[in-house]
Each structure stands twice: as C-alpha cells, then as structure tokens.
C-alpha cells in the first residue's frame, strides 16, 4: 500500500496563512496579482547568456569610447536619456529593477533584483524540487537561472563566485551603463598615468 506523503509547508506558507485577513490588496506587487506572468523574454535570456555576454562586451567597448563624447555632454545631462533607453532594453529582457548596480555578467544574465527577498548572493533555503521560487511558486527561482546561465557563459562560473556588495540604495533609478562606462574610463586613465 502506498502512503501519501504529507503536503509540504514552507516557511513562506505559514507567513500567508498567519497573515491578517483584509480586502485590501495592493495593486501590481502583491503575489496573487503576478500569478500566471509569463517569464518568456528573462528565461529566453538566461538561455542565450552567452550571446548576451559577448554582445555586452561590444556594447561596453563602444560604450567607452564614446566616453570623450559623454564626458563633452555631461554625464549628468546624458543621465535621462540614457536611463530612458536601458530602463526599457533591459526592463524588457531581463525584467530590470533598475539597481543601477548591474551584476547580469555574474549571475548567468538572471536579474537578482527579481528574488522577492532581493538576495545578491545565490538562492535562500526555499527553492522549490522543480526550482520555483517559495513566495512565488510560478516563478522559476532567479538564482537556479543563475546558475543555469552562468554556465553557458565564458566567465560565468567564475564570476558568479564573487561576493556582492549589498545594493546602494542611493544609485537607484540611475543608469548603470554610464556608471559602468565612468568607472572604466578613469580605470583607464590611471592605468595610462601609472605607466608614463
Ligand atoms: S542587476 Fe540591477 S541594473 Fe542589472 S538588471 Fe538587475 S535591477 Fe537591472
């Protein structure tokens, strides 16, 4: 005779359960109102980590070298544009929170700002056997897509090693392109001056 396992509870079940009964819900971020979103375009991401990685490392090239032509607009000025256009690419493909703290070339191009408890370093104790999230269960878990992602790249399982800081909530909202593009072009700079 066969036994029925019993129903597995997780910790975030018991939250819910305990949680006050009410009619308000808020909308667009409670749990019941993302269920049945489709994660098509992050997971087709995760799936071509590879390609994306090499097309970011043009679009970084290019990116510096225009670094004379930011630095002639301002990179203060060429903030809102520029945020504009990556809050849009990047919201579309991988789901972007707009951190402006960009970690994707290290976790396998799965946004970690995607995690409901926003962890910037692998995956809390509650993934699910099919690799969901526990507070999302329709929701495959950011960091098993990390994971999965980072193993298609050429660096992947090296930099997703490398421990995070935690998230400056004070870069919010600003683009991590030109933040990026700053801190490699005075990286740059030094390294020219040292060698002279
Ligand atoms: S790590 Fe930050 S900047 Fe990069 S995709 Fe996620 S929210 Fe956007």
């Known amino acids: 005779m066969q036994v029925e396992k019993p129903p597995i509870i997780t910790q975030a079940i018991r939250v819910r359960r305990a949680r006050e009964k009410s009619e308000y819900q808020p909308h667009g971020v409670s749990v019941e109102s993302r269920r049945g979103r489709r994660y098509t375009i992050r997971l087709w991401s995760v799936r071509h980590s590879r390609l994306l990685e090499w097309f970011y490392d043009k679009f970084s090239r290019i990116f510096l070298t225009l670094h004379p032509f930011w630095k002639a607009v301002g990179y203060n000025r060429a903030e809102a544009p520029v945020t504009f256009v990556e809050r849009r690419v990047k919201g579309l493909m991988f789901d972007c929170r707009m951190c402006g703290q960009c970690i994707l070339s290290s976790t396998g191009m799965s946004c970690p700002m995607n995690c409901p408890k926003q962890l910037r370093n692998g995956p809390c104790g509650g993934v699910r056997a099919n690799g969901n999230c526990e507070v999302e269960p ?45 801190n490699a072009a005075a990286g740059r700079d030094a390294a020219r001056k040292a060698a002279q």
């Open 138 to 182: 329709d929701m495959p878990c950011v960091w098993v897509q990390a994971w999965n992602g980072a193993t298609n790249m050429r660096h992947g399982e090296d930099n997703i090693m490398d421990v995070q800081k935690p998230v400056d909530q004070s870069t919010r909202e600003t683009s991590a392109w030109l933040r990026v593009t700053a």
